[in-house]
């Protein structure tokens, strides 16, 4: 029997038959050149997206009008057709393996930033500065210049080998300023009504259509709700698309507001909302279109959910970001049989954290996936290469990091012993068990057990790896994946029983009472006060930096946040653990008074250290030997896996 059969149903888009109803949602990279020329790093970002089965793949955000307004460095440029080579190289190689290929346009308006751009800032309605000079009311000769740069836009696309577009009216960029009464406030023809507030949106689409002709479909995407107190609602969004009925191919639902940044983390939902957050709002549209044919974005990996959503009608289309970042081949895979082998993405956010432009100081300009070692170098790294020959690999430790480098060294031909002192493996991610929020770490972390038992790998439990184990298996490589100590601060009283280490508070032994003291603010320590209070406690995190989590991606971080401010927890930067005494602990806060903080536990968050003598020992075993995960240098689940996975690769 079939499996998923109304997730891979084929769909016809205008000229278009989908293979499936998955697609590829719109992502852009760093990887472009200066002048927005995409590179064969982009060609193989989306090569590899196309690979994995996506019927659809949209390549993100393109400029159509750099004239009037630019938002980030090194987006396409539409407006350019020097572009035209490289892009017909990129929608060569999604054709190539069965997917149609489309392109985001996009202006951002009032969000043009000046770092990127130095002409008139643009915007529905003038406005004080936001990312350079002040925004100035488009008159409707601009209007009409920026409604035929979107025609001629998409025209370049289609010249570029893209079988469709996908018109940008969401997330806060111009045609959704126009959109929403936050930033609309114009008294003619463009402000007020709804019918007024669409009308620069249905320009846009009609010129498009004009220039492309009705073999080219078109796909608006749009937000289902800004999420804001005086934004525009889903009830607004049903009358605009019933307005864009028939005259678009597909409307696609999104949501939230670049305009409101604490709706950036329901855009791209965070691990504390619900999976398919959006599709509510795509069931109601769907309600009230006759033609257009309705695609819906938003936390969305699970085939069976995706499944259900388009066989109850909700939707036609399931757009997927981050779940093809963290496993490209998810359609593959599901329409193999092998959907319990589709790594899950974690909604960590770091993907966006590093370019999210203007808050962050810097763009790193590379993408960086927490479970999938290959994101960032997807040309390098598209395939496991297998190893000519075959060595005896040792790996010492069954994390993540110890278990992802058995993976991989036995994916490449490799004899693999994986030893592990414990009764199980997991290392320090087997917390994840125990907390609501990391279920998607719970489920990476079985994966990767999974993946260890499908393999011919032996894998030694209760096992510590003494000089007679090393000797005994005699191996040509080792791999030391032993983990890292938690720090522990030389204060008074830090041998008191109130004391517990962060690794320990999930362990059913020890109880925590019900006033809490959290040392130390970073990722681990607020994560760990969450979990605290979601169990009735009352929290106080104390952390010496001006900040907490500053070891958090920005993104996870504003939802992390957001989600603290829920509970009684407090923070309290600035402030020093000075001793813990039996009613709690004393600090020095910010304003150099000594405080006492009571307390029935204390918890130390303040990070871990890596032993050299650890590991040293191992070095003589073996004519190669590589450090891992927390023992190489402590830090996140993603440089865990990508030092497993390199330290394979290398062998
Ligand atoms: C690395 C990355 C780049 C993205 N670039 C774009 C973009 O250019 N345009 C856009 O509309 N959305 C962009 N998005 C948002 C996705 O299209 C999608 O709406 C969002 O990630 C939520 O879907 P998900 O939960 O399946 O990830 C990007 C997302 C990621 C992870």
């Not at 969000?111 to 008139?120: I, L, M, P, V």
């Not at 601009?142 to 035929?148: G, P, W």
């Not at 260890?452 to 791999?479: F, G, H, Q, W």
């Not at 309290?572 to 709690?584: A, D, F, P, R």
């Amino acid at each position: 029997m079939e499996v998923y059969p109304n997730l891979f149903s084929p769909l016809q888009i205008g000229p278009l038959t989908f293979k499936n109803r998955i697609e590829a949602a719109p992502g852009n990279t760093g990887y472009n050149t200066e002048e927005g020329f995409l590179t064969p790093e982009t060609v193989a970002y989306f090569e590899m997206k196309a690979k994995g089965g996506a019927a659809l793949v949209v390549i993100g955000e393109s400029n159509v009008h750099t004239k009037t307004g630019v938002a980030h460095g090194r987006m396409p440029c539409l407006d350019n057709p020097d572009i035209l080579p490289s892009l017909i190289r990129t929608t060569d190689a999604i054709k190539r393996h069965g997917a149609f290929s489309s392109i985001q346009l996009v202006h951002p308006g009032r969000r043009a930033n000046a770092d990127y751009y130095k002409g008139t800032i643009y915007g529905p309605s003038a406005a004080p500065p936001l990312f350079g000079g002040p925004i100035v009311e488009m008159d409707e000769d601009i209007i009409a210049e920026v409604v035929e740069a979107f025609g001629d836009a998409a025209e370049m696309a289609k010249l570029g080998g893209c079988d469709m577009c996908m018109v940008h009216g969401s997330h806060g960029w111009l045609l959704h300023q126009f959109l929403s009464p936050l930033t609309n406030h114009r008294k003619d023809r463009f402000g007020g009504s709804i019918e007024n507030r669409a009308r620069i949106s249905l320009m846009v689409v009609e010129n498009i259509r004009k220039k492309c002709g009705p073999d080219f479909p078109i796909e608006f995407r749009l937000s289902g709700t800004e999420h804001t107190e005086g934004g525009y609602t889903i009830e607004d969004m049903i009358e605009f698309s019933k307005m864009l009925d028939g005259k678009v191919d597909i409307i696609h639902v999104s949501c939230g507001t670049f305009h409101d940044p604490k709706t950036n983390v329901k855009m791209f939902s965070s691990p504390f909302c619900e999976r398919g957050l959006n599709v509510p709002l795509a069931a109601a549209i769907k309600d009230a279109v006759k033609t257009s044919k309705v695609a819906v974005v938003g936390g969305l990996n699970d085939p069976a959910m995706m499944d259900e959503i388009i066989a109850s009608g909700k939707a036609d289309i399931v757009a997927i970001g981050r779940g093809l970042l963290a496993d490209p081949y998810l359609p593959k895979k599901a329409k193999m049989r092998k959907a319990d082998d589709i790594t899950p993405c974690q909604r960590c956010l770091v993907c966006l954290s590093g370019d999210f432009v203007p808050y962050v100081k810097y763009p790193t300009r590379s993408l960086r996936c927490t479970v999938n070692p290959i994101i960032g170098r997807e040309q390098e790294a598209m395939v496991v290469k297998p190893f000519e020959g075959r060595k005896k690999v040792l790996v010492i430790g069954g994390g993540p990091a110890g278990m992802e480098a058995a993976i991989t060294a036995a994916d490449r031909g490799h004899e693999v012993v994986l030893c592990e002192k414990e009764d199980k493996l997991g290392g320090l991610i087997n917390f994840s068990e125990h907390v609501p929020f990391k279920i998607d770490l719970m489920k990476f972390k079985d994966l990767l057990i999974q993946r260890v038992n499908e393999r011919a790998i032996k894998v030694m439990l209760n096992t510590e790896a003494t000089s007679e184990v090393v000797e005994y298996i005699s191996p040509d490589v080792i791999i030391a994946a032993v983990g890292a100590h938690p720090i522990i601060p030389n204060i008074p009283g830090i041998d008191s029983e109130k004391v517990v280490l962060a690794a320990d508070i999930y362990n059913k032994n020890v109880n925590i009472g019900d006033n809490v003291v959290v040392v130390g603010g970073g990722l681990v320590g607020c994560e760990e006060a969450l979990y605290l209070a979601q169990h009735g406690k009352k929290v106080k995190v104390l952390e010496m930096k001006p900040e907490v989590i500053p070891d958090g991606a920005y993104l996870y971080r504003e939802a992390l946040l957001l989600e603290i401010a829920k509970y009684p927890i407090e923070l309290l930067t600035n402030t020093t653990c000075k001793e813990i005494k039996n009613e709690g602990v004393i600090a020095v806060t910010a304003n150099g008074e000594e405080k006492l903080y009571e307390a029935d536990n204390v918890i130390i968050a303040v990070g871990l250290k890596a032993d050299p003598n650890d590991t040293n020992k191992f070095r003589k075993y073996a004519p190669e030997f590589y450090l891992i995960g927390d023992c190489l240098k402590p830090k996140r689940v993603l440089e865990a896996i990508r030092s497993g996975y390199d330290a394979a690769m290398s062998i």
